[in-house]
């Protein structure tokens, strides 16, 4: 596993689930949200530190692939 794990979240907060932080491998989420959906990057920032601005959490699918990839 790479050791270059960066965070990326959707811009504004929003009182739902876009509050997620996502695991970023380089090419994509670790839940494969940017593949799957084909979301619009341009609404998220990509950053090697984890955002303290606001409360966010982390993306549960990418924390299980995550610890899965941790224990291989």
């Known amino acids: 596993m790479s050791d270059n794990i960066?965070?990326?979240y959707y811009r504004k907060q929003r009182k739902l689930s876009n509050n997620v932080v996502h695991l970023w491998n380089g090419r994509d989420t670790f839940c494969n949200m940017f593949v799957k959906?084909?979301?619009y990057k341009d609404?998220?920032?990509?950053t090697d530190?984890?955002?303290?601005?606001?409360d966010?959490?982390?993306c549960n699918k990418c924390a299980n692939v995550l610890e899965k990839k941790m224990h291989d």
Not at 43 to 46: A, Q
Not at 49 to 54: A, F, K, L, Q
């Open 6 to 8: 960066s965070f990326i």
């Open 43 to 46: 609404r998220y920032v990509l």
């Open 37 to 39: 959906k084909q979301i």
């Open 49 to 54: 530190n984890y955002p303290e601005d606001t």
């Open 56 to 58: 966010r959490f982390i």
